[in-house]
């Protein structure tokens, strides 16, 4: 119902900045909450920040105070500011959105990949 593309990986030095964005498609409208996800090498996916339909925000303590989540005024694209890199946000970021349209669903991106360096 939902398909999500994400975009802005790449490589970093400690201490920089990236923006990651996911663009959804199709029945944006159910879409209740977005997020990000990351997984690192050896490690689970887990939880980076969320968004909601009325905007209040979620963030991995891990991230709290550098990571920045925000979406556009159509809600169809959801970025995810982040400052203060350090080498362990280095991972695969995901993109998720849940909603309900005629039944609950979870939707995933590709992924993009960000490397931090020391």
């Known amino acids: 119902q939902v398909q999500l593309v994400e975009s802005g990986g790449g490589l970093v030095q400690a201490g920089e900045s990236l923006r990651l964005t996911c663009s959804a498609s199709?029945?944006?409208?159910?879409?209740?909450?977005m997020g990000w996800y990351r997984q690192a090498p050896g490690k689970q996916r887990e939880l980076v920040a969320r968004?909601?339909?009325?905007?209040?925000?979620d963030y991995a303590d891990s991230v709290k105070g550098r990571f920045t989540i925000f979406r556009d005024n159509a809600g169809s694209s959801v970025y995810l500011r982040m400052n203060s890199l350090k080498p362990e946000d280095t991972a695969v970021y995901y993109c998720?959105?849940?909603?309900?349209?005629?039944?609950?669903?979870?939707?995933w991106g590709q992924g993009t990949q960000v490397t931090v360096s020391s």
């Open positions: 998720n959105a849940n909603g309900y349209f005629g039944a609950d669903f979870s939707s």
């Open positions: 968004i909601f339909r009325l905007g209040s925000t």
């Open positions: 199709g029945s944006i409208f159910s879409i209740s909450d």
